[in-house]
């Protein structure tokens, strides 16, 4: 036998997620490997008919303390962390008759799964595996003698290996399942740490750590010549991560970040009160209306900005049904998602091969706690998602003229929109849609401007006479720091104007604006975005 190649002898066997367990027990078991198993596992593989031991038999205890205590023992751990054809080690084996375990099999309490279905504090705690992740752990560091396996997808792969090596598995294999093992304990402590860090009100512990599952493995990233790799987390939001793909390519790095965002924005607008449509173009929302209905939102979304919708993202807020199915295919567009689809909308989706058709099964809450995690050089930054809405705010009217319900309306809207669009970010807003947006810009007023000029070629588009910005109402994501930003917003036709306020040139903007007409309110929010 080669000298990277083990012999498996025997396999520890104890998962929470028997998914394929006995059709993998039965077939180690025909290629001669004796099972040693734990409580339920051991009961299923026995009760199928296949022998095995109990882990008792090597510890010489019985499980205790409502199983919190069954393979915490030297029976087991130096079965596992025994260097084999080390003197000393094989000598202490021996000495204490521990068996050699050769091939640990081991997936953890659902832990993860207990907190997603809102289950109390006890029954959370009592789903923290702790003798799981030790033998795991403990296997893992000695692959150089023991292969560990944490994942029912593996099964067929470990019986594949030592099927082609009679009955032995070689050590790349080992070092690819060691290295698994790790990562899922790492992704398991790290669901566990952020809980309870939830549950005491941390915001900010001293050792912060991230996890996920490979959801998918991509081309590339953002450009071509970089690796990447979509991971889902603990974090259970509706939303691309957890949605079905019904049909098209694979999603690329870039829609995966843009569908995000689309769907994001559009969950600000409750289905219950009207239907709602977002379009993105690289992250940043090109057009976003309500309507009576999804195609009558639809046209209105696109109307804003025609010429950015091209190619971009549509994120819907109720089911796409087959009438606005028909309407969004007319346009180049990459992904369309959506709580939900009818038949006929996926068959009519379906004629566009390359069209990526996304159902989530539900919208994501806007108020929703969680982590907003970026990477800089060196560290994390780490925060909590944006997640006020301006219909929690006290609006605080500071001109002399106040917002007319049609304009408060909007005002909201507008702001709602503002929170999704990159800083700095000026949106103006007519009845219900978007038309005109800023984003990105370094400076306030040249935010202000591009949505004053995308208002305006929107008009051209729809060969309307003047300016959609005519009569509309502006939000900006931050406060004004001069008047000239919000001077732009007037000249451009807005008659209100909804920010945060908060600037030591407060009083002058106000002033600005009662000179102006304008009726402005001050939410006391900022919603920048980076």
Not at 46 to 52: E, F, M, Q, T
Not at 234 to 258: C, E, I, M
Not at 308 to 321: E, H, P, Q, V, Y
């Amino acid at each position: 036998m080669s000298s990277d190649l083990r012999a498996i002898s025997r396999a520890l066997l104890s998962v929470s997620d028997k998914t394929g367990l006995i059709d993998f027990a039965r077939a180690l078991h025909a290629q001669g490997v004796e099972l040693v198993s734990t409580g339920g596992t051991r009961k299923a593989i026995a009760d199928a008919g296949v022998p095995v031991r109990d882990v008792s038999d090597l510890t010489g205890f019985p499980e205790m303390m409502d199983g919190r205590v069954k393979t915490l023992h030297p029976g087991v751990h130096g079965g596992l962390l025994a260097i084999r054809e080390n003197p000393e080690h094989e000598a202490a084996m021996l000495a204490h008759n521990i068996a050699p375990i050769d091939l640990l099999v081991v997936n953890l309490y659902p832990f993860e799964e207990t907190v997603a279905k809102g289950a109390d504090y006890d029954d959370c705690i009592e789903n923290i595996d702790i003798g799981g992740p030790a033998m795991i752990r403990a296997a893992a560091k000695n692959h150089g003698d023991v292969a560990v396996v944490v994942d029912v997808a593996d099964y067929a792969r470990v019986l594949e290996a030592m099927a082609a090596d009679k009955g032995a598995l070689n050590l790349e294999l080992r070092k690819n399942l060691a290295q698994k093992a790790y990562a899922r304990t790492a992704a398991y402590d790290a669901a566990i740490s952020n809980w309870l860090a939830g549950q005491i009100g941390q915001t900010a512990p001293t050792y912060r750590a991230i996890g996920g599952v490979l959801a998918e493995t991509m081309r590339y990233g953002e450009n071509p010549h970089q690796s990447a790799a979509f991971y889902r987390t603990p974090d259970l939001r509706f939303g691309v991560a957890t949605a079905r793909q019904l049909q098209g390519k694979s999603l690329s790095y870039n829609n995966v970040n843009d569908t995000d965002a689309a769907f994001e924005c559009v969950a600000e607008f409750d289905p219950a009160i009207s239907a709602a449509v977002a379009i993105i173009k690289h992250a940043n929302p090109c057009g976003v209306a309500q309507g009576a209905n999804l195609i009558e939102a639809y046209e209105r979304a696109l109307r804003c900005d025609p010429v950015s919708a091209f190619g971009g993202i549509i994120a819907l807020n109720r089911t796409l049904d087959a009438d606005s199915a028909r309407e969004i295919v007319k346009v180049f567009t990459e992904v369309i998602i959506a709580p939900a689809a009818t038949d006929e909308a996926i068959a009519i989706v379906a004629a566009k091969k390359n069209l990526r058709l996304l159902v989530t099964g539900g919208l994501p809450d806007p108020r929703g706690a969680g982590l907003s995690v970026r990477t800089v050089s060196g560290g994390l930054l780490v925060q909590g998602r944006d997640n006020a809405v301006v219909d929690d705010m006290e609006l605080r009217i500071v001109t002399k003229r106040a917002p007319t319900a049609a304009e408060l309306a909007d005002l909201k809207f507008a702001f709602r929109i503002c929170k999704h669009v990159k800083s700095n970010a000026i949106v103006y807003v007519k009845d219900g849609a978007s038309v005109g947006i800023g984003a990105g810009q370094m400076s306030r007023v040249d935010s202000s401007r591009i949505a004053a000029w995308k208002a305006a070629e929107a008009a051209k588009a729809a060969e309307l006479s003047q300016s959609l910005a005519i009569g509309s109402v502006v939000a900006s994501d931050a406060f004004f720091p001069f008047a000239d930003g919000l001077l732009a917003a007037a000249e451009a036709g807005a008659t209100a104007i909804i920010q945060p306020g908060g600037s030591m040139r407060d009083d002058e903007v106000i002033k600005a604006a009662d000179e102006a007409g304008l009726a402005m309110v001050m939410t006391g929010h900022r919603h920048f975005r980076h």
